[in-house]
């Protein structure tokens, strides 16, 4: 597609439930990124996959998180169990490659919030 | 660990006036790469500018230019003839040469007022 899109564009939830953000990067970008989001801050790292392997899943805070790559292209941020400081705008980016000067490309972001 | 710092939470400038805002950040490393991205209301992440550690020249994308200074660890972005488009929440972000992970500023709120 044109650019890297996100859905749910706001999602509420209640405390405990589950809950999947998907996220579609720009077509032939190799790499793609999740970020989230707090009020008033700047984006912090979560995961990011080259190919459909996690290569770096070291901002992960614990394991109610995880998120898939299949088939190297859509990806899928799961929460389980999700807390009321999950709430946050959760941001995914993507990559033509790898190259250092390669920047990333936004989406919109998807708004959780957990009640 | 790479940190970045924007140290002005909050500027304002008058429409067609000049702005600089600032970053600073912590390496070790020798070779790196730095972006200044805009995050207007609409909430989507836009990149601005971008620098090469290893390249002296500062960079410049139209109205857009940057202050590099690579001993200081310094990143400053000026915007020249500032638009109200240009309202928006800028943030400064820092990546290894052979890193993959961008590390971003906590972001400089820039209101133009008309």
């Known amino acids: 597609g044109a650019g890297v899109s996100q859905t749910p564009s706001n999602k509420v939830t209640e405390k405990g439930k589950y809950v999947e953000l998907r996220c579609d990067p720009i077509?032939?970008?190799?790499?793609l990124y999740w970020y989230r989001q707090s009020l008033g801050q700047g984006p912090e790292f979560l995961i990011y996959?080259?190919?459909?392997?996690?290569?770096?899943d070291s901002g992960l805070p614990n394991d109610r998180f995880f998120a898939v790559r299949p088939e190297g292209s859509v990806s899928t941020l799961k929460i389980q169990r999700t807390e009321r400081g999950d709430s946050a705008v959760y941001l995914c980016?993507?990559?033509?490659?790898?190259?250092?000067?390669?920047?990333?490309?936004f989406g919109n972001g998807t708004r959780l919030t957990v009640t | 660990a790479q940190t970045v710092t924007q140290s002005q939470p909050e500027m304002s400038v008058q429409e067609a006036e000049t702005v600089t805002l600032s970053c600073t950040y912590d390496?070790?490393?020798?070779?790196?790469?730095l972006f200044w991205y805009k995050q207007p209301p609409s909430r989507q992440m836009i990149l601005v500018i971008r620098?090469?550690?290893?390249?002296?020249q500062n960079a410049t994308e139209n109205r857009f230019s940057v202050n590099f200074q690579k001993a200081a660890k310094s990143f400053s972005l000026k915007i020249s003839d500032s638009q109200l488009g240009d309202t928006a929440m800028y943030f400064c972000?820092?990546?290894?040469?052979?890193?993959?992970?961008?590390?971003f500023g906590p972001g400089t709120r820039l209101s133009v007022l008309p």
């Open positions: 077509s032939g970008h190799t790499a």
């Open positions: 996959f080259q190919g459909t392997g996690a290569a770096d």
């Open positions: 390496t070790s490393e020798s070779n790196y790469y």
């Open positions: 972000a820092f990546m290894k040469h052979y890193g993959q992970n961008f590390v």
């Open positions: 620098q090469e550690a290893y390249k002296q």
């Open positions: 980016a993507s990559r033509k490659n790898s190259m250092g000067d390669s920047p990333l490309h």
